[in-house]
């Protein structure tokens, strides 16, 4: 069956359902709630919504300690809530991913409570048990600081369990074939449902081996072969979208040497350095790394992101630049998580310039990928750095000067909504910025639309056009005979640049500004010269054809600095 890759030129749009809107004013958002605001969401661009996790849990862990697989959490509603929910979608022509949680369960799923209960169990091997503390306790902790072990001792057991995260989630044996058997089940039952695929959470772990005796992990690839597979056959057009924080030397391990593995993978290795970027003004290390994570198949695809419901994650930067980072965006210990992230919003790292906000999302849209925007940034939301971890990065969507920012008409709301401060909700609302033509939510609003409407970035082969100064960066992509170039500013200061678009003959001669009446056209040697504002960018079709060398209403000139 051959694939429909829409999701090459999609735009994914991150919420939690929880949080986004109530509406029957019990202070908890809800699929009735996101219902409504389906026309908001269709209206911004999106061409897919993902969904956080909203099945039954206890709630210890944003709804990833999951109790049951195949139903609603009853606080955001029915199944038949969540079908009219996907039959909006599909009414608008969007479509929906949730999140897959398989690595673990929660330690309330019927599943754990019968792995306990007894040896002779028929979900005891679908955990990983030993009857001793296993020396490496202390070691492979995701949230180092917060997190003590990996391996909790279970009385009713009389056994050790392994949990990666914390200690009310024990891993799932995902190498028995049973558990691997009813993870294809749980896939087959939400495509039914309406889903077009799944985010799948920490990919590495699913696949990796587990137990007391495993030293180091070996990740099992032909399991996600398997995954595949099965929603080909279930229906040709479904995704994954892996979370797979790995370096670029294994990505081809998760994307299939021809394709056969997953479709799409968040791109870690950009993300890092793009924020590395932004803080130094250096665009090399940001160069080096989509160098790095350029080979691909032709059928997959990166998902580009700025923030999401986690912590920045700044691993893979050496820890100098980890340091850069830090100071410039993170300078307060408070602001920093598990000794190697920042869990702030992007617009209070940022300052709330709107100069660099732009610079950032720009950035997103035109690298190499899919762009995946978390709720809430499209207005500047900010955080609330009074909450623990990374709950201060997911309060309450802004809708309105109401009170509790038109989330809910409770007075208790599942999560402080942000009322102090320049982030108020007060002040930072989608209903004011709807209202307002120069607002960050109408740029975005545009900002998307044009994205749609260059599809080389999410089909074409790019090149990285080389220029003197480690401020600027301009990227070119080449998809069926057409061409785009994006050029962004890292710096403060205004820039001054020359380069060739390397095409021949005349197609390189004329650039056609995408966003602006800026237009340029090369001088006699093939060279564009060009005059770019601090933090400033330029997106940019080749031209070439005759209809556009002819046209006589281009300008050209060299655009000035405004005052």
Known sequence: MIDDLWYKNGVIYCLSVG???????????????????????NGLGITTIWLM?????PGRDNGYDISDYYGVDPRYGTLGDFVEFAHGCKQRGMRVIIDLVVNHTSDQHGWFQSARSTKDSPHRDWYVWSDKRPANADKGMVFPGVQKSTWTRDKRAGAWYFHRFYDFQPDLNTSNPHVQAEILKIMGFW???????????AVPFVISTKGAKVRKPVEQYDMLRSFREFLQWRQGDAIILAEAN???????????????????????????????????????????????????????????????????????????????VFKAFGPDKSMQLYDRGIRRRLAPMLGGDRRRL??????????????????????????????PERNC????????????????????????????????????NAAKQRRDPNSLLNWTERIIRMRKEVPEVGWGDFKVITVRDPAMLIIQYDWRNNSVLFIHNLAEPP?????????????????????????????????????????????????????????????TKTPRLPR
């Open 19 to 41: 949080t986004y809107m109530d509406a029957n004013g019990d202070g908890i958002g809800d699929f009735r709630g996101l219902l409504r605001r389906l026309d908001y969401l």
């Open 358 to 387: 732009e610079l950032a999302y720009s950035l997103m849209c035109t690298l190499p990928g899919t762009p995946v925007i978390r709720y809430g940034d499209e207005l500047g939301m900010g955080d609330d750095l009074a909450l």
């Open 246 to 324: 790995v370096l670029p030397e294994t990505d081809m391990n998760y994307f299939g040497r021809d394709g056969e593995r997953m479709q799409m993978m968040f791109n870690f290795q950009v993300n890092q350095n793009l924020f590395y970027a932004l803080a130094s003004g250096d665009s090399r290390p940001l160069t080096k790394s989509l160098a790095a994570t350029k080979p691909r198949p032709a059928t997959a695809q990166w998902g580009l992101f700025l923030r999401n419901h986690d912590e920045l994650d700044l691993g893979r930067l050496t820890k100098a630049q980890r340091e850069t």
């Open 495 to 555: 820039r001054e640049v020359a380069f060739s678009v390397g095409l021949p003959g005349e197609a390189g001669k004329l650039l056609v500004n995408l966003l602006t009446e800026d237009h340029s056209r090369a001088d006699d040697r093939g060279r564009h010269k060009l005059l770019i504002e601090g933090y400033g960018y330029r997106w940019y079709r080749v031209g070439g054809l005759d209809y556009l060398l002819k046209r006589s209403d281009i300008d």
């Open 191 to 201: 495509i039914q449902l309406g889903v077009s695929g799944f985010r799948m959470d």
């Open 393 to 428: 990065a997911r309060t309450p969507m802004q809708w309105s000067t109401e009170p509790h920012a038109g989330f809910t008409e409770s007075d208790r709301p599942c999560v402080p909504v942000i009322d102090k401060g320049a982030y108020g909700y007060e002040h930072v």
């Open 53 to 57: 996790p909203f099945q039954p849990s």
